[in-house]
């Protein structure tokens, strides 16, 4: 039987992407202005424009590659991740402005950090996206991103004005929630999405052993740019080599664990599991963790990872009519709780270590074990 292929988007696509680019435009010529007060000059600007850079190759190509291995997608994904991407940049540029500048004025003053910022809202709708492949057209994408990102940042702003978290603790919030809130969003639209005639076998989420090669490579940037992602906030050596050992360990455990659990002995390229050590060990690096405590994370958050992907994805299916295309829960959402877990754990032996003679140590040490459990 022919494929039923989808109608045409030229009466869809077009208006909707017009209307909203000359919106944003608008917004920006009349709210919008470049911060020329506060310069970064010479290694500071360097650095900080490296860390823009490497977020930038992950949003665009790392996630943009990783449904690649759907036939019916293929590259179009990658286009797909493009439009959807430049338009969440725009659109959390907007809000980031909007909700959470200092500034009480209804002009957005932006810097290279505000980019940044902006790239990691992106990232978080693009993490959604994966939950939804495969059932959605690029109209329906654009508009679930635009959704994604506004709760994203309403969820950011929530926690900064009545929380009252610092800029430290946000950031760190941003980096790591944008896995978790991701996922489950996706997840959640994905529930919504499902119907009777959509099923696991369905044409259009069916994969391509070829092109699960160049799915590889888009887990391969982030892998290896996930550092990068998790030293925006600190400029520590600790963080690159606690994020980049817990990465080396993940992607050993994954490759094992898919090996194992495989129907037929073959190692899965499709997965992200080999990620999960730099999602889990990301909530934890501000700790400056030992090497081996950060290995540790990194294996248990792929063992976690990879057996989600083999058995959680069918038990979604079966149990709540939720189809997680790319396994996105797997991937990000369970990694990140998981590290969140590690921080408590890292925090409640930090407390019990310190001696009850050490009395400001011990009420830094609650401070911050408290400031943890509100964000």
């Not at 989808?6 to 919008?32: E, G, Y």
């Not at 957005?108 to 990232?123: F, H, P, S, T, W």
């Not at 057996?307 to 709540?320: E, I, P, T, V």
Request: charged share 15%.
């Amino acid at each position: 039987m022919a494929p039923k292929y989808a109608p045409s988007l030229r009466a869809r696509l077009p208006p909707v992407a017009f209307l909203l680019q000359l919106a944003f435009i608008v917004i920006f010529a009349f709210c919008v202005k470049v911060d020329e007060d506060e310069k970064e000059k010479g290694e500071a600007f360097f650095y900080s424009y490296a860390k823009f850079q490497d977020i930038h190759v992950m949003v665009f190509l790392g996630f943009g590659f990783l449904a690649t291995f759907l036939v019916r997608y293929g590259f179009s994904s990658s286009a797909f991740s493009l439009l959807v991407a430049a338009m969440a940049v725009q659109w959390a540029t907007i809000l980031h402005g909007f909700f959470l500048s200092h500034r009480l004025t209804w002009k957005i003053r932006i810097q290279l950090k505000n980019l940044v910022d902006a790239e990691l809202c992106a990232a978080s709708s693009l993490v959604a996206m994966g939950a939804v492949h495969g059932k959605t057209n690029p109209v329906q994408l654009l508009l679930f991103a635009l959704m994604e990102v506004t709760g994203f940042v309403l969820n950011q702003w929530i926690v900064r004005t009545i929380f009252e978290t610092g800029q430290r603790t946000n950031w760190l919030y941003s980096i790591v929630l944008l896995n978790i809130f991701g996922a489950f969003f996706g997840t959640m639209a994905s529930c919504l999405l499902f119907h009777n005639k959509v099923h696991q076998k369905h044409e259009k989420e069916k994969s391509d052993r070829k092109m699960g090669l160049f799915a590889m490579f888009g887990t391969l940037f982030l892998w290896m740019f996930w550092p990068s992602l998790n030293s925006v906030l600190e400029r520590n050596v600790s963080v690159i080599c606690s994020t980049y050992l817990s990465l080396a360990v993940s992607a050993v455990t994954a490759t094992t664990v898919s090996l194992l659990f495989s129907a037929k002995g073959k190692i899965n390229l499709v997965q992200s599991s080999m990620l999960a050590g730099g999602v889990a060990v990301g909530a934890v690096v501000t700790s400056s963790p030992a090497p081996w405590i950060a290995m540790t994370i990194g294996f248990c958050a792929a063992f976690l990872s990879t057996l989600g992907f083999r058995f959680l994805k069918n038990h979604m299916l079966f149990a709540f009519d939720c189809h997680d295309t790319t396994s996105v829960l797997s991937a990000h959402a369970l990694p990140g709780i998981m590290g969140w877990f590690a921080q408590l754990i890292l925090r409640l032996t930090r407390i019990s270590h310190s001696t009850m003679y050490d009395f400001p140590v011990n009420i830094n040490l609650l401070i911050d074990f408290c400031d943890m459990r509100i964000y």
